[in-house]
């Protein structure tokens, strides 16, 4: 049988709370990535050569650039996409110091400065 591993496969430096119920994961995914995950690790970091011819093609789906077609290597590709560090695109822009300070940032102009008492 492929994948086969004596263990269950958890990720818990990236899924504090399990792969269940982080909530990137359809259930079937989760399932799947849970029973067979730590022999798909172990097949991509090369820690494990593949056995089957179901292996030897998941192997080169994950390793290739190509487009992938084997159900196992998706959702692996999904997981290692997911765990990625993700990049923070900020919509908004912070001033500098003075600006935040409350100097200048009418222009210079204030209550104190315009005369009006």
Known sequence: MSF???????????FARGIRRSGDFTINESNLLEKY???MMELYNGTRKPKTEEEK??????TSDEVVTDHNAKIFKKYLQVIQPRHLHRLC????????NGNGFMNG??????GLD
């Open 37 to 39: 995950g730590t022999a």
């Open 57 to 62: 093609v998941f192997v080169k789906q994950i």
């Open 93 to 100: 822009s912070v001033g500098n110091d003075d600006e935040l």
């Open 4 to 14: 086969e591993s004596e263990k269950p496969f958890n990720d818990f430096q990236h």
């Open 109 to 114: 102009s204030s209550d104190e400065t315009s």
